[in-house]
């Protein structure tokens, strides 16, 4: 795995040198990145959701697009569009800004679920059909959706099959102090994302993604990831629970993140420290719950210190 972490390693001290004091989320970014997952970027504006797309995009040399939804978008302007060509006689596919390897989808739920739904296949089959051809997506392929969870004024909310999707959602945050103000110096003169070059090569990154394939998983752990997921299924808080798609999404972070670490085998503790960036974001609260705060991140906490731990042992009283 010393290939997958060399890579990973690479790639976070690039994305360092313009998100300032997130390395955390960085590095969970990789993770999706590794895993060819979409990731889901939850915050106020400011906080640098689109220049971290932007610098991982850079860094690996992939195609970049960004998409501004808005509510009078339609699904052909992200899936793209035939034109009939009065020279061939012909009609030509002219694709769509989704028809690139790092897609940022940006406030996302500021489009109407008509066009919500256009990224439903491209995020789940890598492909899009239009006029009913089909078009392969590049690989790879990765969608980075922001959203702002302050303002709801003429936002749609995503649906819940949209929301499954995302392999994972972060949040960045507010810097601290010291970090601000280094941000301050780093652009005194230019943003630092115009100098920022490739670092990794496409064919690297294939192999680091096919690496994390072969990260050992103990059938104990999978037993942990399952008990887990059927934990909020069953939590009297939660009107809907994390689907089997939820146990896949942790149980290939758990991978990705053991061989960005160096390590050839899972540990429990990266099953609970990425838990709730995979599980939360698909959990829907009951109203009841709502009602008393109970917010999805509480719930996958109680899971937590409830679900039994791989090799632990339980104190005699």
């Known amino acids: 795995m010393q290939q997958a ?37 939850e915050d106020v504006p400011g ?7 932007r610098a991982l995009a850079r860094s690996i040399g992939c195609s970049f697009s960004r998409i501004q939804f808005t509510p009078d978008m339609l699904p052909s302007d992200v899936t ?11 009609f030509q596919f002219r694709p769509g800004p989704v028809m690139a390897q790092i897609v940022l989808a940006d406030e996302i739920n500021r489009a109407t679920p008509k066009t919500q739904s256009a990224l439903l296949e491209a995020m789940e089959e890598r492909q899009v059909t239009v006029d009913g051809a089909t078009y392969q997506m590049p690989r790879p392929f990765l969608v980075l959706a922001t959203q702002n969870p302050i303002e709801y004024e003429g936002t749609f909310p995503l649906p819940e099959a949209q929301v499954d999707r995302f392999m994972m959602r972060i949040r960045l945050g507010y810097p601290i102090k010291r970090d601000e103000v280094d941000i301050l110096n780093r652009q005194a003169q230019e943003h630092p994302i115009h100098s920022l070059g490739q670092v990794v090569a496409m064919e690297e990154l294939v192999a680091a993604q096919q690496a994390i394939t072969q990260v050992f998983v103990e059938d104990s752990i999978k037993e942990y990831i399952v008990d887990l997921v059927t934990t909020t299924r069953d939590h009297p808080d939660v009107y809907l629970g994390a689907s089997p798609r939820g146990s896949l999404a942790l149980f290939r972070a758990a991978r990705a993140w053991a061989a960005i670490h160096g390590r050839e085998f899972v540990l429990p503790d990266d099953v609970k420290l990425l838990a709730e960036s995979t599980l939360a974001h698909r959990l829907i609260v009951s109203p009841s719950a709502r009602i008393k705060n109970v917010e999805a991140g509480q ?6 210190k409830h679900t039994p731990v791989p090799g632990s042992r339980v104190k005699a009283r």
Request: hydrophobic share 50%.
């Open 80 to 90: 793209g569009v035939s034109v009939f060509n009065q020279k061939t006689l012909e």
């Open 47 to 53: 906080v640098g959701k689109t220049m971290l797309a």
């Open 5 to 41: 972490k060399t890579i990973a390693d690479r790639l976070l001290d690039n994305v360092k040198k313009v998100i300032v004091g997130k390395e955390q989320e960085i590095r969970l970014t990789l993770v999706a990145l590794l895993c060819e997952g979409h990731l889901l970027i």
């Open 299 to 304: 719930v996958i906490q109680e899971a937590l």
